[in-house]
């Protein structure tokens, strides 16, 4: 599935910064109940946005540089990026419906 990807500390810049398309990052953590309950739903998102958004999931316990450059303070944080540049955050699981919502309300807006 290329809209779905991972990446880490090293492959961050390659698989994110520089996709083609915006970018949906969901930074988790395994031990993180809320971070597993989000999952089905970012992943429904990018299927149903997929050609229009990538969702990049990034562990912060395996990449502690990433988590401390975009100060990831608490797990699932959620990032859009536009052309590598962040463009929205958000902390905390919501379903789909949401999710879709707060992305699409984010490819409209102005860069």
């Known amino acids: 599935m ?3 990807a991972e ?3 090293d492959t961050f810049a390659e ?3 520089r996709a083609d398309l915006p970018v949906l ?3 988790w953590a395994e031990w993180c109940g809320p971070c597993r309950m989000v999952t089905p739903a970012l992943e429904q998102v990018a299927q149903e946005l997929a050609g229009r ?3 990049v ?3 912060v316990d395996r990449s502690p540089a990433l988590s401390q450059r975009f100060t990831i303070t608490g797990v699932p944080a959620l990032m859009m ?3 590598g540049r962040v463009v ?3 902390v905390g699981a919501a379903p789909a419906p949401q999710l879709r919502e707060w992305v699409e309300d984010t490819l409209r807006a102005p860069s």
Request: no cysteine; proline share 4%; hydrophobic share 50%.
């Open 2 to 4: 290329p809209w779905i």
């Open 88 to 90: 929205a955050q958000r």
């Open 15 to 17: 698989v994110a910064q």
């Open 81 to 83: 990026l536009n052309e």
């Open 7 to 9: 990446a880490d500390d």
């Open 25 to 27: 990052v969901d930074f």
């Open 57 to 59: 999931k990034v562990d």
């Open 53 to 55: 958004v990538k969702l």
